[in-house]
């Protein structure tokens, strides 16, 4: 799956010179946490309501409403942006955005082609495609086990489930608790959960749930 493919797109962006109070009061009527500050068409920077709830005066401040109206009115989007935006392509895996936005701790990035912005990839995004890849709103039994570290251990599973009938939703490996090892979840229909069981615990090395 590229970034292509699940990107926001047509994205929201805003310009430099843009008011902060302009910008927040955007982003909360998109309901968007984050947008690319674009100028003549090139992107500049990028914007989160976080920046600019930072930036805005503290609730126990000694001005007065109008007062912080006013000053906010005066300060920029520029004035509080990040200049130095990561960015990715459409033809990014969407791991590897994923790995860039959790190894920098950011929640978006923009996408670019030919040096222009056409669309954002954001956390809200990849829990979407989470949701999708653990099967999250389809039903089915779901199993979660430790199998062996080992060529064809996965092939035993999914040989054994799809010969007695079942079908599988969704199939997810991850580190187990040792090199030796490796956690698998999976969730499959055509079988109750007492078959699942039966089909599995032989195989695996510890069946550590199953609903």
Do not use: C
Not at 69 to 81: A, G, T, W
Not at 139 to 158: C, E, F, K, N
Request: net charge negative; glycine share 6%; charged share 20%.
């Amino acid at each position: 799956m590229l970034v292509g493919e699940r990107m926001s797109h047509p994205v929201i962006t805003i310009p430099p010179d843009m008011p902060i109070v302009d910008a927040l009061n955007l982003m909360k009527r998109e309901h968007i946490r984050r947008t690319p500050v674009v100028k003549d068409n090139l992107l500049v920077g990028i914007i989160s309501d976080k920046d600019l709830l930072n930036a805005s005066p503290s609730p126990a401040t000694s001005l007065s409403i109008w007062e912080m109206n006013y000053l906010l009115s005066k300060i920029p989007v520029r004035d509080v942006m990040t200049k130095n935006v990561l960015t990715v392509t459409e033809a990014t895996p969407i791991e590897e955005a994923a790995r860039i936005m959790a190894d920098n701790k950011i929640g978006g990035l923009p996408v670019m082609r030919d040096h222009h912005v056409v669309g954002i990839i954001t956390e809200t995004d990849l829990f979407k495609i989470f949701l999708e890849l653990m099967g999250a709103r389809e039903s089915g039994v779901r199993v979660t086990a430790l199998i062996h570290d080992a060529p064809g251990q996965l092939a035993r599973i999914t040989q054994s489930i799809s010969e007695a009938g079942g079908n599988f939703i969704a199939f997810g490996q991850f580190q187990g608790d040792d090199p030796s090892n490796r956690l698998v979840t999976f969730k499959v229909n055509g079988l109750d959960l007492s078959k699942v069981a039966a089909l599995v615990e032989p195989i695996v090395e510890s069946l550590i749930d199953i609903r």
